[in-house]
């Protein structure tokens, strides 16, 4: 195995690369309690995308890890999780935006958030805004009442090295962010740390 | 109010049409226990669709219904509930297809699902299949486990002639289905009716 540097997302920002089909992408929480919204295209065909619905479908639950796979909106495989010391992430809520921070924050003047981190990092790959699904939201604890269907944002479970591991099944473009939400990260923006080995 | 005639869905099929600013469509199930897949884009734009991560997160629950509205992935309000005899529908899962009965159910000549039947409903609008978007899926009952996570596909809680009305606020196309999945609507396939009001 090829080990190769450990990269650092500054907070609140985002970056996109690709990642080859059998190279292991390993998203690490460097201090704890940071979420990490993470998207996966096709990279020979981006209409193919990662979904919510079809893997949430296929996998009869909410709460993915170590084993479960990443399906597309065409139901192949991109992603598997083969690694996880934390065992709870979200993969219901779309990434945090400009209107997510104005809606639910009230934020008059508000940073553009990981959606806008994605778009912009995605941009140079051909990937427009409309395209960013729900993400694969490492880290990010939403318990959910299952007799009201409330759902609420709480502290990540993740500790400082905590870290969530993937395998491509086909060569993709991934997006990665250290999340810009107050609520998701228990109130700071810390720096994620990833790796990509072959 | 111009009340139109109420349009049948044939079991197993799907329909698209337009619905225009302020115009009510109510989605009745005649018989009880069976879903239909609605999905709406923004006519002016097919780009934007609704979105259950923006949905979800703004409304901070999985169950919707009278009051909420549907955001789109930009966070407009496509569709607001206006009434809802049933309470329980579904917002997390992908339009059954013949990849989810061939991976779900093991059918090796799987029928097309309301994937398939809302692709060909939605094509002479210009609406790819790639486009076609978590769904929502009035009367679907999928209970979830909050402690697991663990989600199953229960029978819907309608009962003959239930229903959900939606108010549209802004130009749309609609994609309805009357939903082919056994499990979802209790081991038998019913029609759905829809009526479109001004």
Known sequence: MC????????????????????QR????????????????????????VISSGRTLDYASRIYLTTG???YSNRSNVLLR???DTVGRH???LTPCSADTFRIIYGDTNPHRGCFGNLAAALAPYGIAPDAIPVAFNCFMNVPIDGKTGAL???????????????????DLIIGLTA??????NNGSFKPIHYRVET
Do not use: K, M
């Open 152 to 170: 609420t944002v709480e502290p990540p479970l993740s500790r400082a090295g905590d870290r969530i591991v993937f395998v491509a099944e086909t």
């Open 179 to 184: 999340c810009s939400a107050l609520q998701s």
């Open 68 to 70: 479960d796979p990443l």
């Open 81 to 83: 999780i083969v690694e």
């Open 90 to 92: 979200d993969f219901l």
């Open 25 to 48: 992408l390993t998203v690490i929480d460097p201090r704890g309690e940071q979420v990490a919204d993470l998207v996966a295209y096709n990279r020979h065909d981006i209409g193919e």
């Open 3 to 22: 080990q190769a540097d450990v990269q650092q997302i500054e907070p609140r920002s985002g970056v996109a690369f690709t990642l080859d089909r059998g």
